[in-house]
Each structure stands twice: as C-alpha cells, then as structure tokens.
C-alpha cells in the first residue's frame, strides 16, 4: 500500500515535495514512479526511479525542474518540484513495482501498486 502526501496550493515559480511512503513496507531497491492527473485529461508519468541502481527518468515536460530522490531513513520517495508551472497542477499519484529494473513515464501499466493521489494546485 503506498500513501501520497505533501500535496499544496502553490503559486507560479514556487516549489513543492510530495513524498511517497509505504507504511510497513521497505521502499529501498523498489522501482518507483510519479503519475499525475489533470482533469480532463489523461494520467501522465512524471518520473521514475528504478529498484536496482536508482537509475531516474523524467517527463520532457519536467526535465530540469522535478527530482525524484529515495529518502531511505524516512522510506520514501520524494518528488522535489522546482519552478513549478499552471501545467503541473492535477493528482499526483505514486506507483511502484518490486521489478528492479522497471522504470517507465511512459505507462503506468508497469506498475502493480498505487496510492490514492496528493492534489496539486497552481494558480497565481
């Protein structure tokens, strides 16, 4: 079971962390990624870390101002949002897989568990 949390109202320029946790359950050397959802439109991967050798992968639309890091000590996952744009805002949903070498933005279909989501809102 994961759990999103960290989700906020920010502004244009500002920056925000969602973490992803996993109560009970070791995230190290599991392959994690961020999704997100705008409404209206369709889920989205953002990045991704992989199990075996943290080895990230971003969204284009993201490269250069989202980080996904393993926090071990906390087990979690956290997405550091810089600059953060009126684009980013949606649910923010984490996914994992315990195949190492998975890590995909491109479908969610790769992942077996999911949390319920973290809401993101920009707006100036």
């Known amino acids: 079971q994961l759990a999103e949390s960290g989700g906020a109202l920010v502004r244009p320029g500002q920056s925000l962390t969602l973490s992803c946790t996993a109560p009970?359950?070791?995230?190290?050397?599991?392959?994690v990624a961020w999704f997100r959802q705008a409404p209206g439109k369709e889920r989205e991967g953002v990045a991704c870390v992989r199990g075996s050798d943290d080895r990230t992968m971003y969204a284009d639309s993201v490269k250069g101002r989202f980080t996904i890091s393993r926090d071990n000590a906390r087990n979690t996952v956290d997405l550091r949002m810089n600059n953060v744009e009126i684009e980013d805002a949606g649910v923010y949903f984490c996914a994992a897989t315990r195949s190492q070498y998975v890590c995909s933005v491109q479908t969610g279909a790769l992942y077996d568990y999911w949390g319920q989501g973290t809401q993101v809102t920009v707006s100036s």
């Open positions: 009970g359950s070791p995230l190290e050397f599991v392959a």
